[in-house]
């Protein structure tokens, strides 16, 4: 890949994009939400725990497997293609589960009267 500069700033944008989305997602937002619908905030896998129960995320286990994912892709350098391949394929399968994060919360703020957009 490092002969390809398209296809590794590509990869590169992903990996960043996926990581930033994750973080704000887990480490902001839902923390946030959590703490405006009234939830007591504790450690992250607590947070987690609630907004599964809430059903703003579809697991915690499977949050947890996504966020190892999300530092294995940022944190650590893959030099072997096969392991990259299947990090990129892993986080683009997740890629939904962010986004259905977003539009479960979008979801929970209707149904609680506090937006009238169509989402």
Known sequence: MADNIDEAERVEAFVSRFGRLQDTLGDKL???????????????????????????????????????????????????????????QAGHEFAPTLSAVVENILADMRARGWSDANG
Not at 49 to 67: C, H
């Open 30 to 88: 839902l923390p946030l939400y959590l703490e405006a619908v009234g939830e007591r905030l504790g450690a992250a896998i607590d947070n987690l725990d609630r907004a599964e129960k809430l059903r703003l995320i579809p697991s915690t286990d499977g949050w947890l497997t996504m966020r190892k994912l999300r530092n294995q892709m940022v944190h650590e350098y893959i030099e072997d293609a096969v392991i990259l391949a299947d990090a990129l």
